[in-house]
C-alpha cells in the first residue's frame, strides 16, 4: 500500500498518518486536558469532573461521562457561525459518537456519581476534527480522573482500557489513511473507526459518498484503519504513561 511517490500533505504515503501530537496539560482550570495536533488540524480537549449525575442516573451507583463538541469560528477558511443550543444537528452526532466511544473504557460503577464532561473545541479544521476529538478527549479524560485519584477523591482508577478514531477513504481510486479535508472533500468511500487498544472495534461509520463500496474495500479500509489506531494508542500511551 506504500507509495513512495507520494503528493499527499507532508510527503506521507497513503498508509501513513499525518504527523500527530497529543499534548496533555495545556488548560489550567480543567481536570484534564490535551491539545490534539493531527496535521494541520487541532482540536483543544478538557474534561471536567463534577458530583452528581443526571437524573435519570440517580440512585444507580454509577457515573456517566458525556461530551460536548464545537467548531470556533475562525476554525475553517471561511467563518463558521456559532451553533445555537438546540440546533446542533452535525455536531451532536459527533459529541454523541465521542461520549459512547469514553463510556466503552470506563467503569462507571468505579467512577461513582459523579459526571465527567469532555469538551472538544475544534480551533483549526483540515479534516478528521471528530476522530482527533475521540484520541483527544481520552488523554484529557485520562488526565482528569488521574488527578482525582491521586488526591483520593476517586478510590481506584476507572479507566479499563484505550480508545482511539482515525478515518480512511478512496480517493480517485485510492485507499488512503488519516484523510485531510482536500482528500476528505474528494473521496469516492470516506469512513471513521474508533477502536481499542487490543484490536477491537467501538463503532465504524462509512459511506460511499459517490459509488458503492465492495466488502474487499471495506476489509482493506478497516486493516487501514486498524493499523492507524493503534499507532495513535502507542502515542496516547507514550504521553501519559497509562497500561492497563
Known amino acids: 500500500m506504500t507509495d513512495t511517490a507520494s503528493t499527499r500533505s507532508f510527503g506521507r504515503a497513503n498508509d501513513q498518518m499525518r504527523p500527530v501530537t497529543l499534548t496533555p496539560g495545556v ?22 469532573i463534577e458530583e452528581g449525575v443526571p437524573n435519570w442516573r440517580r440512585g444507580q451507583k454509577a457515573g456517566w461521562v458525556t461530551a460536548e463538541y464545537a467548531m470556533l469560528p475562525a476554525s475553517t477558511n471561511r467563518r463558521t457561525p456559532r451553533e445555537q443550543r438546540g440546533r446542533k444537528g452535525r455536531s451532536m452526532e459527533i459529541e454523541r459518537l465521542i461520549g459512547r466511544s469514553l463510556r466503552t473504557v470506563v467503569d462507571l460503577r468505579r467512577l461513582g456519581e ?22 483527544g478527549a481520552w488523554v484529557a479524560l485520562h488526565e482528569a480522573l488521574r488527578s482525582w485519584v491521586v488526591v ?34 474528494h473521496a469516492q468511500v470516506d469512513m471513521n473507526l474508533v477502536g481499542t487498544a487490543d484490536g477491537r472495534i467501538i463503532e465504524v461509520q462509512g459511506t460511499g459518498e459517490k459509488t458503492p463500496f465492495d466488502r474487499a474495500q471495506l476489509d482493506a479500509l478497516l486493516d487501514l484503519g486498524q493499523a492507524g489506531v493503534a499507532d495513535l494508542i502507542r502515542i496516547q500511551s507514550d504521553v501519559t504513561g497509562f497500561t492497563c
Not at 489550567?28 to 486536558?33: F, L, P, R, V
Not at 459523579?114 to 478528521?128: E, N, R, W
Not at 479499563?160 to 472533500?185: I, K, R
Open 27 to 48: 488548560m489550567k482550570n480543567a481536570d484534564g486536558s490535551c491539545l490534539a495536533e493531527f496535521g494541520d488540524t487541532r482540536v483543544l480537549c478538557t474534561a471536567t
Open 114 to 135: 459523579l459526571t465527567v464532561t469532555c469538551d472538544c473545541d475544534v480551533i483549526q479544521a483540515d479534516g478528521g476534527t471528530r476522530t482527533a476529538s475521540v484520541t
Open 152 to 185: 483520593d477523591k476517586i478510590h481506584r482508577m476507572p479507566l479499563t482500557g484505550q480508545v482511539a478514531a482515525v478515518s480512511m477513504g478512496e480517493v480517485n481510486g485510492v485507499l488512503m489513511l488519516d484523510l485531510d479535508y482536500p482528500e476528505d472533500s
